[in-house]
């Protein structure tokens, strides 16, 4: 599988972005997927995930991004995004998107995914 974050910028406190991961090689729609960041001087943390285990998508959220953030799929594009609103100066990272084809969100901010795309960079400034 090849993941490829993208749609990151400079943005200013309280403004919005929004995420793209692309795929190759992989079904956006049949796994879990998620969104990981990893800020300067900083460990990965999880942000998001999206399950795939019924028809409607179960979503995950870190509590520092849960009311701000959105985690969801374009099926027909085979497309992820992170729709980030209400940006904050902690939010500064790279973003990536991952996968581990799991069908479940379950422990999804361990460090078990294997499936790693690009990252992108985000910048919030005050």
């Known amino acids: 599988v090849q993941l490829q974050a993208s749609g990151g910028g400079s943005v200013q406190r309280g403004e919005s972005l929004r995420l793209s991961c692309t795929a190759s090689?992989?079904?956006?729609?049949?796994?879990?997927v998620g969104w990981f960041r990893q800020a300067p001087g900083k460990e990965r943390e999880g942000v998001s995930c999206i399950d795939s285990t019924s028809s409607n998508d179960v979503t995950y959220y870190a509590d520092a991004v849960k009311g701000r953030f959105a985690i969801f799929r374009d099926k027909a594009e085979n497309m992820l995004y992170l729709q980030m609103n209400s940006l904050k100066p902690e939010d500064t990272a790279v973003y990536y998107c991952?996968?581990?084809?799991?069908?479940?969100?379950?422990?999804?901010?361990?460090?078990?995914?294997?499936?790693w795309g690009q990252g992108t960079l985000v910048t919030v400034s005050s």
């Open positions: 090689m992989f079904d956006m729609d049949y796994y879990a």
């Open positions: 991952a996968t581990d084809y799991q069908y479940d969100c379950n422990n999804w901010q361990s460090d078990y995914w294997s499936q």
